[in-house]
């Protein structure tokens, strides 16, 4: 069982950054697994933000290509979303995941708001 805990959300004006942070519980091997953020908005689906597999290579989502970058630490067993030029259609529940083969974990997700 892999615990994920999402951290960082919040409350930003339009232009704005943030950065949101992923912590994996410990005595895992955190750098076997592929990391991820996915979002969702209020009356969406979820969706893909941004991937970084375990060889470090990374995926992003259309809408934020060129904003966002992923980053991952695996000594810390971490994984980072760098967030800029935030728009307010960038607000969502912003969730953590881990996938190794058919395995599959999310975190509770946090909330990140862009207004002014």
């Known amino acids: 069982q892999v615990q994920l805990v999402e951290s960082g959300g919040g409350l930003v004006q339009p232009g704005g950054s943030l950065k949101l942070s992923c912590a994996a519980s410990?005595?895992?091997?955190?750098?076997?697994?592929?990391m991820g953020w996915y979002r969702q908005a209020p009356g969406k689906q979820r969706e893909l933000v941004a991937q970084?597999?375990?060889?470090?290579?990374?995926k992003y989502g259309d809408s934020v290509k060129g904003r966002f970058t992923i980053s991952r630490d695996n000594a810390k067993n971490t994984v980072t979303l760098e967030m800029i030029s935030l728009k307010p259609e960038d607000t969502a529940v912003y969730y953590c995941?881990?996938?190794?083969?058919?395995?599959?974990?999310w975190g509770k997700g946090t909330l990140v708001t862009v207004s002014s």
């Open positions: 995941n881990a996938k190794l083969w058919s395995l599959e974990y």
């Open positions: 410990s005595g895992i091997i955190f750098g076997s697994y592929d």
């Open positions: 970084i597999a375990r060889e470090g290579d990374t």
